[in-house]
């Protein structure tokens, strides 16, 4: 086209896909809300569990990767604590394997937490929550993995459920950011400036992790060839043997990300947000002709 354009992406995505670099700002935030959600509300099937709910089903974002969901499983300290389950889309789901477990769980613990990735698959890689449509990039559009995995629990083994799908809460609560996540999503948005100053062109600031404890990272240029139009799924060493829990390497990954408080400030009750003041900027390229 002959424009003089400089590109440098930022890395910002709470699926945490984004390969070359440990992590995505937003991540670790939605990470933490995940986590603090599941427990909440495994508190509260507990309370009801000799009366009523057994099974509680939460659905996590992730279309292919299942990064969010195995965030849950970090309030899993002790045995028998939830989440008891988690489905990944890295693991396809076995419906005998995942209903046994179930069973087995509330049997010995008396009630069953899971949690589901919105992207899990059967073993012919279609998507359980498929809905039959398409949206503007192509990519099938999902029903909810949640509701249909509480409906096959109660079908198959009599047990009342409940089930939550968060969607957009789970990447707008900013009263549960992590302080980790807002440092690193202050510096590669600061690296970035950096680099289209310096006249630096088709690159990312990534993140790399230098160790877990203490948590120490740096920000480095990666060229945008290597992570556009690619994904970065759970490593095998992140998932339990059985497919539907999460690892020491895992949680050691994941610990530092949810890492601290950011305050808010608050009035009445409730935050005080940033109010955008949005204006379309004034045009300074000649009309594109195709």
């Given at each position: 086209?002959?424009?003089?354009l ?44 000799d ?5 509680f ?25 939830p ?48 809905a ?9 559009q ?13 079908e198959?083994?009599g047990?009342?459920?409940?089930w ?7 990447r707008?609560a ?6 980790t ?55 095998a ?46 045009r ?7």
């Open positions: 086209m002959g424009y003089p400089t590109c440098v992406a930022v890395p910002k995505t709470i699926d945490n896909d984004l390969p070359i670099t440990d992590c995505s700002p937003g991540f670790g935030s939605a990470a933490k809300y995940t986590a603090v959600s599941v427990l909440e509300a495994s508190l509260d099937v507990a309370s009801m569990a009366t009523s709910t057994r099974v089903v939460y659905e996590a974002m992730g279309r292919h990767a299942g990064w969010l969901a195995a965030a849950a499983g970090l309030v899993a300290r002790r045995p028998g604590d989440p008891h389950i988690i489905l990944l889309p890295e693991v396809p789901f076995d419906e005998e394997r995942f209903l046994a477990k179930v069973k087995a769980t509330v049997e010995n613990v008396g009630w069953c937490t899971v949690v589901v990735s919105e992207g899990v698959r059967d073993r012919q890689g279609r998507f359980l929550a498929e039959g449509t398409r949206d503007a990039f192509g990519h099938a999902l029903g909810g993995a949640a509701p249909k995995v509480a409906a096959l629990v109660t198959k083994l047990y009342k459920h409940h939550a799908v968060p969607d957009y809460l789970q707008s900013r009263h549960l950011a992590s302080a996540d807002l440092a690193l999503a202050q510096a590669v948005g600061r690296a970035a400036v950096e680099y289209a100053m310096a006249g630096m062109n088709a690159v990312m600031p990534a993140i790399h992790r230098l160790s877990d404890s203490p948590f120490r990272w740096e920000i480095r240029p990666a060229p945008l060839a290597r992570i556009a139009n690619r994904e970065k799924t759970l490593p060493g992140f998932i339990s043997r059985d497919g539907m829990g999460i690892t020491a390497a895992a949680r050691r990954y994941l610990a530092p990300l949810i890492a601290g408080e950011a305050p808010l400030d608050w009035r009445d009750g409730l935050p005080v947000v940033a109010q955008l003041k949005l204006k379309l900027a004034r300074r390229l000649p009309a594109w002709e195709g």
